[in-house]
Structure formats: C-alpha cells, structure tokens
C-alpha cells in the first residue's frame, strides 16, 4: 500500500523526535561517531565493489584476492546500512522532502538489482568463466552500472550532507 505523502511525512517528523533521535542529536560525541562510521565503511564497501568491477570489466588481472574484497565488501555495506539508518532517524524530516536523499535511496535500489542480477546469472558459473578472462558481456555490463551508480549514490550523499 502506498502511504499519503503527508502521512509519510509526518512519521518522518516523529521519527525525527524520537527520544532516540534526540539522544543522537544532542549527544557531543554519537552523532560525529554514527557520521564518521558512515564515512570510514566507504572505501571498505564501495571501495572494494570497485576493485570487483574494474575486474570483471578486464581493467585489473583477475585473482582470487579480488573475490575475498566481496567479503569486506559486505561488511562494510552493513555498516554502512546501520549508520545510515540512525543519520537518517535524527533529520528524517529533513531528508524526506531532500531531491538527493531521494534520488540516493533510488539508486540503491537500482544498485540492488543490479547486484541480484548478477549473483543469479553469472555468478554461479563464475569459476568456468573468470580466471579464463572470458568474462560474459552481462556481467561486463553489470560491473558498468555499478561503477556509475556508486559513484552517483556518493555524489549524492555528499550533496545532499551540505543541505542539511
Ligand atoms: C550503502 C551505501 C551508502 C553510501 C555509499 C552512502 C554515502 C554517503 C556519503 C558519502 C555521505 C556524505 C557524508 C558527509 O560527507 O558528511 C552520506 C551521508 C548520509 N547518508 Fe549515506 N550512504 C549509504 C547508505 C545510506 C543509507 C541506507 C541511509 C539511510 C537510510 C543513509 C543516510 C545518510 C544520511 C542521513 C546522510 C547525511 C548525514 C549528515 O547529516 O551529514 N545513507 N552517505
């Protein structure tokens, strides 16, 4: 069911108010923890998605060192989750109406597909195909969309931190 944009609005406003959300805003020291947190997974997550993809797209050799940045790459994108969600639960109100926060969150949604996409079709066959360097046009091209639209979930994160 699709809520009314105001109802979702006004839970924003309550999330924002939440004793939880005041204890984060109003604390000196969880706030720039939570947002530092936030910032450090970066090159933990989409730092080693990167390396992932330059792989599959032929522009760095191929190894089994690469596979265990998917490992890190997990982690980081848990924490990455985690502290998003509690930057997000004190400016709910704020983000709802932001065009970057939006656009970010539609972005990860993509960046999800995408990632499924690639987990069902080729990655069950990836053993026949990777260290032979016949890497299939489709996981070349999921490897392609995701570098752009990491880059896009960033740049959009970074914007829309200057307009809070
Ligand atoms: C998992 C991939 C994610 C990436 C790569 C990412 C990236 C970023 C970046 C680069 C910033 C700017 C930080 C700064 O310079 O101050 C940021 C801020 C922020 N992110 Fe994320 N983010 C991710 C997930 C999420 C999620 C899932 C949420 C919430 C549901 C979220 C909520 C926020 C909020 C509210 C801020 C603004 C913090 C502030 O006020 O400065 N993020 N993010």
């Known amino acids: 069911m699709i809520l009314p944009s105001t109802s979702l609005f006004d839970w924003c406003q309550w999330l924002q108010n939440t004793p939880l959300a005041t204890m984060i805003n109003e ?13 450090l ?8 998605i990167v390396m992932f993809d330059l792989r599959l797209l032929g522009l760095t050799t ?4 690469t596979n265990e940045f998917l490992r890190w790459s997990r982690f980081g994108f848990a924490v990455m ?3 998003g969600v509690f930057l997000f639960i004190t400016q709910a109100g ?3 109406g932001n065009p970057f926060f939006r656009t970010k969150l539609l972005l ?3 960046l999800g597909i ?3 996409v690639y987990q069902w079709i080729f990655y069950p066959k990836m053993s026949q195909w990777d260290l032979a360097g016949k890497t299939p046009a489709g996981a070349r091209f999921c490897a392609g969309l995701s570098l752009i639209v990491w880059i896009g979930v960033i740049v959009c994160g970074r914007t829309m931190a200057y307009e809070f």
């Open 114 to 116: 995408n990632a499924a």
């Open 81 to 83: 989750l985690i502290t």
């Open 62 to 65: 191929g190894s089994k060192v």
């Open 27 to 39: 604390s000196i020291w969880l706030f720039p923890l939570i947002e530092g947190s936030h910032i």
């Open 41 to 48: 997974a970066l090159p933990i997550s989409v730092g080693m």
């Open 108 to 110: 990860l949604l993509v």
């Open 94 to 96: 704020k983000a709802y």
